[in-house]
């Protein structure tokens, strides 16, 4: 395999095949483009870095997207961490809400921003298992290998968040995952 080899075509083939995934994921799970770009260097400089542990190409997607959460989690903590003492969130950060099309309707603001306040209130773990299922549209078995967790623990997340995302919405959802 090229890429294991070192090569440079190889890198940058892997590059420009997985950085939009990438960027997107990072944008989604921490609101910010300063923190996205960041999130994108810090992923492939560890997935080159690391790429002699990879099994199989076929598990370069899934092995990419977890580093990347990895690193969205270590970025949202510290985030939130500075939030905790008095340093105010950054010009670049962003809300569902803020990250809408700006065509979009009153009415589908209004919800993402309920949406937003209901994530506010779970932790970073919570909230990356919510985005990751239901923004990004991964499998259960695919939220709790990306974010590093058992199914049932993946499950049981996304019960808490459901119930209160639901009730936040007045859809007032059981909290099924």
Known sequence: MRLVAGDRWAKEALFRRYVRTVWSTAMRLTGSRADADDIVQDTFVEALRDVNGLRSLGALRPWLLRITVHQAQRRFRRRSLLRRLG??????????????????????????????????????????????????????EEVATLSDCSLATAKRRLKRVNGLVGAALGTHDEGSP
């Open 87 to 140: 340093f105010g969130a950054g010009d670049d950060d962003a809300s569902l809400a803020a990250l809408v099309d700006p065509a979009a309707s009153p009415e589908l603001r209004a919800e993402l921003s309920r949406l937003d306040r209901a994530l506010g209130g779970v932790s970073t773990a919570e909230r990356f298992t919510w985005i990751l299922r239901h923004v990004e549209g991964h499998t259960l």
